[in-house]
């Protein structure tokens, strides 16, 4: 085997324990983060976390809450249903959501629109497991996509999937009914195959592996089904929706259902319907601000891309990014239709509907071809519109949301009491006449790079530590693409990122200023800032059942925007 003394090699998969010193600010410090952390998780089984109802008020007084609640509130007493529709790598920075007019009049127009929805970590299984589960990936314990990174492992089956969304949902007598992509490793050999039903699903309808369009197999309810290339009987989004009006039909009157619908678009293989494969010829990726620029003050990776891209990356991000678009056509068909069935149905004014995504997505930026996993916004940021009982029209909705908030707010819709989970319920921010509750002031992204020991055949000038490399032997990851961010929106627009690799890397951005993230501005930022940011990301990556009391210490750094730069870089670089 090759041995790698390049820097993608890094630390490979964790952070260790000490701490910056930021005396001196610099773009190499010293010291990296805590620990990932892996513990098991039948070591950790939480206890509820009971929603506020007044205990302390005398018996009458809560009787009439209980009883006002149940009027105004559906899901107090277990009446509203509940759809999540989830789509794959659709972003919202690069125009995403453009394809989706039915989605948005149906659901966002509908309800609530979410301007600051953001994944904690960029990357499908991880991401996943953070809806499923309401926790960050360092409490779930999934890293990547493969086995190896915890996906849909025998690990996972005995931990976290015995505590996610439809085990409660489950107790609550809901039925639920799931159709589409799980988690990318699912259905394999490994992972207990076809057979293996995740607990609390009713109605089961699985894709074995990760995405496909055509010439896929799924577990259905445990047994296998296989599918060929017929458009009219195979293509997956299009048989999702047939599942999910079949199972509508066929409903339990005056029982509560949960359906979580999970179609392939927008992710490769970009396979669209036939009637959709001539539209948008005319679109091109966005040539926004950060489109086919260097990335020389950035982390290892994004300093290896070669810039200008070449003409034939240009060529092939265009083709991705318009078949992406194309694909999405279906997925808003898809919405259209189930609105239409619940309307039909007179469920939909009893119906809350979610529309998010996993991750983002890139096409160009920093000179990264096509994929997710970065720390930047394009990545970072997600699709979410809401609507349902009691959330009014046409809302826009700028309080942080994460992707670990789904699975708290659905059980809060539900009536349940909810568990403990790192994410916190935003249905207040829909529907304050509903419940109290928190707004988030700053979260964690974190990610888990991954690599090859040996290098890539196809690049072997690259070394080893890579992987997901494209033809032109630009790579999308790397072990030393290992890092945590806390991101805050509360005074300062801000993110602060910390990597585990051999240079200790950290990058800062102000996004009031610098909404593309072209400058990191580390060696610019008053100490005392970055030494705040530090600490707090030691304590988000390294909590368990993570809660909205965990705030900054110097919090009134933070709030202070005058403080951000350094005297001799303010003028510069501060903007009101």
């Excluded at 309810?221 to 017929?230: I, R, V, Y």
């Excluded at 800062?508 to 072209?518: A, E, G, M, P, R």
């Excluded at 933070?558 to 303010?570: G, K, T, V």
Aim: charged share 20%.
């Amino acid at each position: 085997m090759s041995t790698c003394s390049i820097s993608a090699l890094g630390e490979r998969l964790d952070f260790t324990s000490r701490k910056h010193n930021f005396s001196q600010p610099s773009s190499r410090l010293s010291g990296p983060t805590v620990p990932i952390l892996q513990m098991a998780y039948s070591e950790r089984t939480p206890p509820p976390r009971h929603a506020q109802t007044g205990s302390s008020l005398c018996p009458a007084v809560s009787l009439l809450l209980v009883l006002f609640t149940c009027n105004v509130r559906y899901a107090a007493c277990g009446a509203s249903n509940i759809v999540l529709i989830l789509s794959d790598d659709q972003d919202v920075e690069l125009g995403g959501m453009t394809p989706m007019k039915k989605t948005k009049l149906l659901i966002g127009d509908a309800g609530a629109t979410f301007s600051n929805a953001y994944t904690a970590t960029a990357l499908g299984c991880p991401s996943r497991s953070s809806i499923l589960t309401g926790n960050y990936p360092h409490n779930h314990a999934v890293r990547n996509d493969s086995l190896a990174g915890n996906c849909s492992s025998p690990l996972w089956q005995k931990g976290p999937e015995t505590l996610a969304l439809p085990v409660y949902l489950s107790k609550r007598k809901y039925r639920t009914f799931f159709a589409g992509k799980y988690l990318e490793q699912y259905g394999t050999k490994e992972a207990g195959e076809f057979a293996h039903v995740p607990p609390g699903w009713d109605l089961w309808h699985a894709l074995v592996g990760d995405t496909k369009y055509y010439n896929y197999s799924l577990s259905v309810n445990g047994k296998e089904e296989k599918h060929g290339d017929s458009y009219e009987k195979d293509y997956f989004t299009d048989l999702i929706l047939n599942r999910s009006l079949e199972f509508l039909d066929k409903r339990s009157l005056g029982q509560p259902f949960f359906m979580m619908l999970s179609p392939p678009a927008a992710h490769a293989p970009w396979t669209a319907a036939p009637q959709y494969q001539k539209e948008f010829s005319d679109v091109k990726a966005p040539r926004d601000g950060s489109f086919n620029k260097p990335g020389k003050d950035k982390h290892w990776l994004l300093r290896q891309p070669p810039n200008p891209m070449a003409g034939s990356s240009m060529d092939f991000l265009d083709d991705a990014y318009r078949k992406r678009w194309q694909t999405l056509l279906s997925v808003d068909d898809m919405v259209e239709k189930l609105v239409k069935k619940l309307e039909d149905l007179k469920e939909l004014n009893n119906t809350y509907i979610f529309y998010a995504s996993d991750n983002g997505f890139h096409a160009g930026q920093f000179s990264l071809p096509i994929d997710k996993r970065q720390l930047y916004e394009f990545d970072i940021r997600v699709p979410l519109m809401v609507r349902g009982p009691g959330i009014a029209p046409k809302q826009i909705v700028k309080a942080p949301v994460l992707n670990i908030d789904l699975a708290p707010t659905i059980l809060d819709i539900s009536g349940s009491d909810l568990p403990i989970m790192d994410g916190q319920s935003f249905l207040s921010q829909m529907a304050p006449s509903l419940r109290s509750g928190p707004s988030r002031s700053c979260f964690l992204v974190e990610h888990t790079g991954e690599g090859s020991p040996v290098p890539d055949p196809a690049c072997p000038k690259l070394g080893c530590g890579l992987s997901h490399c494209l033809p032109n032997c630009v790579c999308e990851d790397s072990y030393n693409n290992t890092y945590a961010c806390v991101r805050t929106l509360v005074g300062i627009n801000l993110q602060y990122c910390e990597f585990s690799d051999n240079e200790s890397f950290v990058e800062v951005y102000n996004l009031t200023s610098d909404l593309s993230q072209l400058v990191n501005i580390v060696k610019k930022v008053d100490p005392a800032l970055l030494q705040a940011m530090n600490q707090h990301l030691i304590k988000l990556q390294s909590c368990i059942y993570c809660t909205p009391s965990l705030l900054f210490n110097n919090v009134q750094i933070i709030r202070s925007p005058q403080r951000l730069y350094l005297p001799s870089y303010r003028s510069l670089f501060y903007r009101v």
